[in-house]
């Protein structure tokens, strides 16, 4: 078992920033790759960005890319999403998810893909 808890959501203005970050116990962080995702109100969970277990290798969402950035410390058993240039439609209840990967180099981008998850944190940016 893997227990994730995300920090670090809150309320910021459109074009501020806020860094998440997701901390894990239990089982040995670097055996899972990582992801976030979010859910909006009256909309599906999508994919925000990945990791891989050995934090080579990342990927983003098109709506975010060249905005936030997915980082690990595996020594923290953390994983983190810089936030920045935020706009209204990044208001979402933001969600850490744990891969158990066999690869270390790894990255899923589908929910059904994802093992365990945290309870999530909320995120709203006001116009």
């Known amino acids: 078992q893997v227990q994730l808890v995300e920090s670090g959501g809150g309320l910021v203005q459109a074009g501020g920033s806020l860094r998440l970050s997701c901390a894990a116990s239990?089982?040995?962080?670097?055996?899972?790759?990582m992801g976030w995702f979010r859910q909006a109100p009256g909309k599906e969970r999508e994919f925000v960005a990945a990791i891989s277990r050995n934090g080579m290798f990342t990927y983003y969402t098109d709506s975010v890319k060249g905005r936030f950035t997915i980082s690990r410390d595996n020594a923290k058993n953390t994983v983190y999403l810089q936030m920045s240039s935020l706009k209204p439609g990044d208001t979402a209840v933001y969600y850490c998810?744990?891969?158990?990967?066999?690869?270390?180099?790894?990255?899923?981008?589908?929910?059904?893909?994802?093992?365990?998850w945290g309870q999530g944190t909320q995120v709203t940016v006001s116009s």
């Open positions: 998810a744990a891969d158990f990967a066999i690869s270390v180099v790894s990255i899923q981008t589908r929910d059904l893909d994802y093992d365990y």
């Open positions: 239990g089982r040995p962080f670097s055996l899972y790759a």
